[in-house]
């Protein structure tokens, strides 16, 4: 399984290293010339993240075929669809209930579908119900759809995807997160966390205890150990 990691901004050099695969927002890509250095000398996969617009004006600008435009949305889906060719457009799969949710599929053909943690709204859930829930649609995707699986909030949920090649990429914040409070991935999280970003780009404004990347890199190895 690939990995996307995130992180605040100020740690992007020093964790680069770890991507297999990139995430990009369109919009940042088109203003900004050192991201638009990077975008167009990656060689990894691309997520490209944004409103539709700015997403087609960077296709546009800057073709890849190694860019994979985010669609959050059905109606984003359909835009970007219409234009872009199916494989390059990224499907959101995500519902309030798990009918709506399966009513969707069809919807998504032909396209790569990414699946959130929170994949049903549930209130008050713990991590690893969030989890199984997310486990048993994820299963329930015909093999041949290339699934991107978007955070994880449970190690033990890898585990449900042996043997399943197609579940082929993550994006995650959690090694990070938890790296910077100094804590491990190992121990299962108590509940879901809440704005991660913002809590991480208020953890990097402090000084930083010396052992921090330490712990990062060891959760992002402990990570590495569960998806490959």
Known sequence: MKLALQCPQKLQSALKP????????????LSDKGMEKLYSESKNLKLVRGTV?????????????????????????????ATVPPHQVMATLQATNLQDLFQL???FADS??????????MDNARPFTLSLLRALVVCSIPPNV????????HLNEFYW???????ASLSTMIPVYLGLQEKTII??????????????????????????????????????KHIH
Do not use: W
């Open 18 to 29: 770890f991507n297999d695969i990139d995430t990009y927002d369109a919009e940042e890509v």
């Open 161 to 167: 995807y042996e043997g399943k090649p197609n579940v």
């Open 112 to 121: 790569p579908v990414q699946v959130p943690y929170n994949v049903c709204t």
């Open 53 to 81: 617009n700015f997403q087609l004006d960077l296709i546009r600008e800057l073709p890849s075929e190694r860019a994979l435009l985010v669609a959050p949305d059905v109606e984003s889906f359909a835009q970007l669809r």
């Open 187 to 224: 121990e299962p999280l108590p509940e879901v966390p809440v704005d991660m970003e913002k809590q991480s780009e208020a953890l990097m404004k402090e000084k930083l205890p010396p052992g921090v990347l330490t712990t990062i890199y060891a959760n992002i190895a402990i990570l590495r």
């Open 146 to 153: 290339y699934v991107h699986l978007d955070e994880f909030l």
């Open 105 to 107: 599929l069809p919807l």
